[in-house]
């Protein structure tokens, strides 16, 4: 398992991944394009894919910095509960915190296992949008806790 940098060329791979979950499943798979994940990776912030090792990315993690949000942190439903999830969020977590103190913030759906993990991380619930998911925040300071 190798935690790389991800690049234009991995895209293919970040959508299938993207479209292969079975919770926070995208509802209209038009609403993240192509275009869209460029921008995140090479203008508004960064992202990480994990590699395992003979080309297959089984996970990928991007964060924005412009909007001090994760924009995304999604595995291939076979790669779950192997540790992959916590090594892309410590790796987009500490690089984040390196560029900026500023609070970062994400939203998931409630009663998903994404809930439990970013609780377990220590994030913290701050209210929830109108279309139900919760909005969770992290503080640099929780942070260097963990």
Request: hydrophobic share 40%.
């Amino acid at each position: 398992m190798i935690i790389r940098d991800a690049i234009i060329d991995d895209l293919g791979q970040i959508f299938d991944i993207r479209f292969s979950v079975k919770e926070n499943v995208l509802s209209n798979r038009d609403l993240v394009t192509e275009a869209d994940c460029i921008n995140y990776l090479t203008r508004r912030g960064k992202g990480w894919v994990c590699d395992m090792g003979n080309g297959l990315l089984s996970g990928f993690a991007i964060v924005d910095l412009q909007d001090y949000s994760v924009w995304a942190l999604f595995l291939r439903p076979e790669f779950e509960e192997h540790g992959i999830g916590s090594a892309l969020h410590k790796t987009m977590m500490d690089w984040y915190f390196s560029q900026t103190s500023h609070a970062v913030w994400l939203s998931t759906g409630k009663g998903t296992r994404a809930e439990s993990f970013y609780r377990k991380k220590g994030w913290k619930e701050k209210g929830v949008k109108p279309n139900g998911e919760l909005v969770f925040e992290l503080y640099k300071e929780d942070w260097e806790l963990v």
